[in-house]
């Protein structure tokens, strides 16, 4: 399995509250993502880095923003949580441009 | 704006049979396209990648296709067994040139195996 670690796996946290996710990785890849999935949408990009400090916006970014100061570690912050960003979020990453993604294991946030 | 549709959402069949898992996607140019299965409470498992240059993929029991033309991908497993049983979601890149950009997923298939 690619080394991939999420964390927290489990968070309830309060409307208005920051929220930080992170994604940690062993492989040294270049690319990473950050998806959120509900049954309702399915999966959805919020956004990705294509090298350290080189991010980019996904299809639903609006209300996240994301950091990326080591190959290893890739952040996700909710800046004040809305109840609409209850959702399981995704992490995966990348060798390269035409290799596949893999995914961690995900992060279930719940905002109250 | 890429769209990918899985046909069908849902599907329960006896240990042993061959199955096909349909996929299809509104733009054709796309990097490549990818097979995951699921499992509930779990992170995506890739299954096989085809570039846009390739017809076809095999992995073991499963065999995936593509059809740029006709904006179709399939994934076949044969001889099914209950340990199949997952969702299975097929995803397209999009050719944007910088080839870094995210995929768009389908909403997946939920398969049920019976023993």
């Known amino acids: 399995d690619a080394g991939i670690t999420q964390s927290p796996r489990h968070k309830v946290t309060e409307t208005g509250t920051p929220v930080t996710l992170r994604c940690h990785q062993t492989?040294?890849?270049?690319?990473m993502y950050w998806y959120r999935q509900d049954p309702e949408h399915g999966l959805r990009l919020i956004h990705y880095s294509y090298g350290v400090k080189d991010t980019d916006k996904g299809e639903v970014s609006d209300g996240y923003s994301v950091s990326r100061s080591k190959t290893e570690d890739f952040l996700l912050t909710l800046e004040s949580a809305t109840s609409s960003q209850t959702s399981v979020y995704f992490c995966?990453?990348?060798?390269?441009?035409?290799?596949?993604?893999?995914f961690g294991d995900g992060t279930r946030l719940s905002i109250l | 704006k890429q769209e990918v549709t899985q046909i069908p959402a849902a599907l329960s069949v006896p240990e042993g049979e061959n199955l096909v898992l349909n996929c299809s996607f509104t733009d054709s140019a796309i990097y490549n396209l990818q097979w995951f299965r699921q499992d509930p409470g779990k992170g995506l498992t890739s299954l096989l990648l085809?570039?846009?240059?390739?017809r076809e993929q095999t992995s073991g029991r499963l065999n995936a296709s593509l059809d740029k033309s006709s904006g179709r991908s399939t994934l076949y497993i044969a001889a099914s067994q209950p340990g199949d049983s997952a969702t299975y979601l097929c995803?397209?890149?999009?050719?944007?040139?910088?080839?870094?950009?995210?995929?768009?997923f389908g909403k997946g298939t939920h398969l049920i195996i019976q023993p």
């Open positions: 995803a397209a890149r999009p050719y944007s040139g910088g080839g870094a950009d995210g995929l768009t």
């Open positions: 085809i570039q846009s240059s390739q």
């Open positions: 492989e040294n890849h270049r690319y």
């Open positions: 995966a990453i990348s060798e390269s441009d035409n290799q596949p993604q893999h």
